[in-house]
């Protein structure tokens, strides 16, 4: 079958009108050598993403949108930045030892003999308009020094940028920074990360993000960004531009789109300058059910009962980003109903929940927990939240809230919860104490969850089973699963992350160890005797349930031997 015309097809496509297809023809005739889409595209009968999508069909290949398809960011690690600028070539999608990639020409078969040498994998040709791919090549490797320099040297479109950003700054260098930024936090948002990392290197700065809990590099900036780029997130973060050896925190207010984030910002000095974390909260993606949280049924049933009691103290522990935050919030949505008054002593307070009084901590005038928890006292609250238990003069007077009739909940950073015992009565807490207002403990950490478009089954390495300490009768029966990879999960076979938990509930036994000041690993014992899954046996009851993989519990959980 004959080969049709790319005027064919578009005409059958109707991007353009049989008049538009005879003048083009005409132009053509009359000496203009360009390709026929070429002058169509000059004359506006049909855009550049039409043209693509002719040449796909014409030639049977796949043609993608890359404006509403998001490439995985590892995949810039198989083409170098440098092959996929100069010959105008983006990978998008990696299947098995698949590499699929898109040219503006797919008839160019020296760029594709150079990507399966270079990458050692089969190279499958697909389809893009030029136009899109330069724009996706900046997204995925970032701004080059010369795209710096074009920008800086364009002042019509950076005074109307500066503008709409309502940026005191007059140069035309301060709009390009502008953009800049805003784009690596447009970026972020996009690919679901939880916190940009912003770093400086001794000759270039790191960029960073964090993305269901594992961080990746995106394409670093040129080093003489440095600067402006650090002056421009502190003048977004409300910091002081000049104090340059001391820590700083701040806030970010964004509007992108029709959606409203906030970012947690916070400044270190280091040998090579400031770094930069942002913490991405979305108050969309807050999850307020205790039942979305990853909670066994058994031991969600359990929580909610302990949630329930009148008085004492329930901690979550854990280290920073393991989810304690989120947990804590959907407790306190499912207590708040119109018969309870909650509290709320937060450093930051990243969320703002309706209904619920939170307060901020504010050291510089000597707001600090101790302070507020004396104050909320006489508020009257059913319940109290105290953001984190740093020092003994706030543990106190937590546990004397709990004495009086007050359900205080609190995070602690240990790494178990037997620990949480021992961390307190170390802090300077009378045993006695601890041992009477401690009613739970439960540690948590997140792990990710496999990908549910292309979630397989599988068979894992024994070695993997047997450092879960799984034994063969315990899965001889299961079918293990896990991604292969694909482009909603970017390549990674797995996509959003789930709790695993360790919940050491007190009774007696406990109670006497506490008061004895016995250590953690007794403490530990007697919970796994009395009844309590360790973080680990949470994730193995994952693992069997196929919500995850082995390797990316022994990641995030320690297994008793």
């Known amino acids: ?142 701004v080059t020094e010369e795209k710096v320099q074009q920008l800086l040297s364009t002042q019509a479109e950076d005074i109307d940028l500066r503008r709409s950003e309502e940026s005191e700054a007059e140069g035309g260098d301060d709009a390009v920074i502008i953009k800049y930024v805003t784009q690596i936090i447009q970026n972020a948002i996009t690919a679901r990360a939880s916190d940009i990392h912003v770093e400086p290197m001794a ?42 050896r001391r820590p700083q925190d701040g806030r970010i207010k964004v509007k992108l789109a029709d959606k409203r984030v906030d970012l947690r910002v916070s400044c270190l000095p280091c040998v090579h ?29 359990l929580y909610t009962s302990l949630i329930r009691r009148p008085n004492g103290i329930i901690l979550v522990t854990g280290p920073t980003g393991s989810g304690k935050t989120t947990t804590l919030y959907a407790t306190l949505h499912s207590l708040n109903t119109i018969d309870r008054k909650i509290i709320t002593a937060e450093d930051p307070v990243e969320y703002h ?10 050291h510089k005038i000597g707001l600090d927990f101790p302070r507020i928890l004396r104050a909320m006292l006489r508020q009257a609250p059913n319940v109290i939240l105290v953001g984190e238990i740093r020092d003994a003069e706030t543990a106190q ?23 949480a015992i021992t961390r307190l009565i170390d802090m300077g807490v009378q045993p006695f104490l601890v041992a009477t207002s401690i009613q739970a403990v439960l540690a948590q950490r997140l792990i990710r969850v496999n990908c549910p478009k292309c979630a397989q089954k599988y068979k894992p390495d024994v070695k993997e089973l047997l450092s879960l300490n799984l034994r063969p009768e315990q899965y001889q029966h299961v079918q293990f699963v896990r991604g292969r990879g694909c482009d909603y999960c970017k390549g990674t076979g797995y996509r959003g992350r789930k709790g695993i938990f360790e919940m050491m509930v007190m009774n007696r036994q406990l109670r006497d160890l506490a008061f004895d000041k016995a250590p953690t690993s007794e403490i530990r014992k007697a919970a796994i005797a009395n009844g309590m899954n360790t973080l680990a046996m949470d994730g193995v009851r994952k693992v069997l349930a196929g919500m995850t993989t082995p390797d990316e519990v022994l990641r995030m959980a320690k297994v008793e031997d």
């Open 273 to 301: 300058g400031e770094a930069f974390v942002m913490r991405i909260l979305d108050q969309e993606s807050l999850k307020l059910n205790l039942e979305d949280m990853g909670f066994d049924p058994g031991d969600l049933k």
């Open 397 to 419: 007077i937590a546990i004397q809230a709990s004495l009086t009739g007050h359900l205080v909940f609190s995070t602690l950073h240990t790494n178990d919860a037997p620990s």
């Open 203 to 244: 000759d270039h700065l790191r960029i960073r993000y964090r993305i269901d809990g594992v961080c990746i590099t995106m394409e670093p900036a040129p080093k003489r960004l440095q600067g402006p780029v650090t002056q421009r997130l502190k003048i977004m973060a409300g910091m002081q531009i000049e104090e340059k």
């Open 1 to 142: 079958m004959p080969r049709k015309y790319i005027g064919e097809i578009l005409l059958d496509m109707e991007a353009i009108t049989a008049t538009q297809l005879k003048e083009a023809l005409a132009k053509q005739k009359a000496g203009d050598r360009r390709p026929l889409g070429a002058i169509l595209i000059e004359m506006k009968a049909c855009s550049p993403e039409d043209v693509a999508r002719a040449h796909a069909e014409q030639l049977g290949l796949r043609f993608f949108d890359l404006e509403t398809f998001e490439i995985p960011t590892r995949l810039a690690d198989l083409v170098p930045a440098n092959i996929a600028r100069e010959r105008k070539v983006l990978p998008v999608m990696l299947t098995g030892k698949t590499l699929t990639v898109v040219m503006a020409n797919p008839m160019d078969l020296e760029t594709v003999d150079t990507l399966r040498f270079q990458t050692a994998l089969a190279i499958d040709v697909a389809v893009a308009s030029q136009a899109q791919i330069e724009a996706a090549i900046e997204r995925l490797y970032g």
């Open 353 to 362: 929940l309706s209904g619920i009084n939170q307060c901020q901590v504010h």
